[in-house]
């Protein structure tokens, strides 16, 4: 058993914990230093010594632990797990029943008073991903207690705490019976290829269900459409499933191409009808302005950090000109959306990156509607970084 610590909260973040804030933070506590040991219970004071809550250490790019209750007779164990995650369960009942979407997030980190880690659905199957050795201690306590409450034909993690947050490779299946992968779930009646063991990336991004859902039924129809950073062409395929005229997907990486195919095929889409291209964007937005290629839609989802052999993008730096490049080749009238999971800058600050590259660029634009996590990423108000995902359908004035 490792002895828990008590850590004293600086006085000027007293009142953010009592709040409701979950994250340990160097800059919240007195006396964090790294000789603590992954997943040793802490107990947050103040100055005088009066408890505040109780969490665990575990160091992730985030932070250095999170607070798991406010409640000082409550102890850290198996019952405690159980709660929490009976909680979640039940508030993602109707995710459950939908027979026309079977992949979900059961449990999303803080959101769910479960800082560093999350539990996503796949048809029956549950992926869980431990952001940080701290947590991953607790997987017994964890693991017992999910499988005391759901039925499931197996359990899969990913380790995502080596240097920096990485992924560690190695096999992830916990429990239960190996599935053959992929295996197809569904989303608003759209299927999905999913392989659990492969990488860190299982073949779809659940958080984007409702911006594809909105790209299908209500702005695809006729279209071309232009999906950037496709990955496994997701938005592709919904647009193509609402009748676009054409897809193009680009992606860097050499995946993205037979993936894309797998996911246009499962769904009856011929794929040749579709351009699927492998290719830097930055290059593949200098050839479409060198070919006159204009788009009606054009969808950009980077990440919030990417290198690459020529460049480091930054999406808190290179927003702005990536949408410049967009709009260059988007049809007057056309459809930008602008995505980004930066917890970097908030939505206000994203605005201000599309008003300044549309204003550089001479031109005018509208702000239909915006995204942010759907309902099954649960998040706390106390924490809004965790609200990452931020969403905007611009227009391009005429
Ligand atoms: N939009 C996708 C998810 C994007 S994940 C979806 O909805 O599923 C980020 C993707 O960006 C990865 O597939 C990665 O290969 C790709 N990528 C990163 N840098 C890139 C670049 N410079 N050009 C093209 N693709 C890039």
């Given at each position: 058993m490792k002895k828990d610590v008590t850590l004293t909260v600086k006085s000027k973040s007293v009142s953010k914990f009592k709040g409701g804030y979950p994250l340990i933070s160097k800059d919240s506590v007195q006396n964090l230093h790294d000789g603590i040991e992954e997943g040793t219970i802490v107990k947050l004071v103040d100055e005088k010594n009066r408890f505040i809550a109780r969490g665990y250490y575990g160091k992730q790019n985030k932070g250095?632990?999170?607070?798991?209750?406010?409640?000082?007779?409550?102890?850290?164990?198996?019952?405690?797990?159980?709660?929490?995650?009976?909680k979640a369960i039940e508030s993602r009942k109707s995710f459950f029943n939908n027979q026309e979407t079977?992949?979900?997030?059961?449990?999303?980190?803080?959101?769910?008073?479960?800082?560093?880690?999350?539990?996503?659905?796949?048809?029956?199957?549950?992926?869980?991903?431990?952001?940080?050795?701290?947590?991953?201690?607790?997987?017994?306590?964890i693991i017992g207690a999910l499988k005391e409450l759901v039925q499931y034909k197996a359990i899969y993690q990913k380790k995502r705490f080596a240097e920096s947050g990485k992924y560690i490779e190695e096999d992830d299946f916990v429990t239960g019976e190996r599935g053959t992968f992929p295996i197809i779930v569904k989303e608003n009646g759209v299927h999905f290829a999913v392989y659990l063991n492969e990488s860190a990336m299982v073949g779809v991004f659940l958080d984007q269900r409702e911006v594809r859902k909105r790209i299908r039924d209500a702005y695809a129809a006729g279209k071309t459409v232009l999906n950037t950073f496709s990955y496994t062409g997701a938005f592709s395929v919904f647009a193509a499933l609402g009748d676009a005229q054409k897809t193009t997907s680009v992606d860097l990486a050499n995946r993205s191409l037979s993936k894309t195919i797998e996911q246009f095929?499962?769904?009856?889409?011929?794929?040749?009808?579709?351009?699927?291209?492998?290719?830097?964007?930055?290059?593949y937005f200098k050839y479409a302005v060198k070919k006159q290629l204009k788009f009606d839609m054009v969808i950009l989802d980077p990440p919030s950090f990417a290198r690459s052999k020529k460049m480091v993008f930054s999406a808190e730096k290179d927003y702005k000109n990536l949408l410049k490049e967009a709009i260059s080749i988007t049809e007057e009238g056309g459809i930008i959306v602008a995505s980004t999971n930066a917890s970097s800058f908030n939505m206000d600050r994203f605005k201000g990156f599309i008003d300044q590259a549309y204003k550089e660029s001479n031109k005018k634009y509208q702000l239909l509607e915006e995204y942010s996590l759907p309902e099954d990423f649960k998040t706390v108000k106390s924490f809004p970084e965790g609200d990452y995902l931020k969403v905007v359908f611009i227009k391009n004035a005429k």
């Open positions: 250095y632990g999170w607070v798991l209750t406010r409640n000082e007779n409550e102890l850290i164990d198996q019952s405690f797990f159980i709660k929490q995650l009976k079977t992949a979900f997030r059961v449990v999303n980190g803080e959101g769910d008073g479960l800082g560093g880690l999350t539990i996503e659905y796949f048809d029956g199957y549950y992926l869980i991903h431990w952001y940080s050795k701290g947590i991953y201690s607790f997987r017994e306590s095929s499962i769904n009856g889409v011929d794929y040749e009808a579709q351009e699927i291209i492998v290719e830097d964007v930055f290059r």
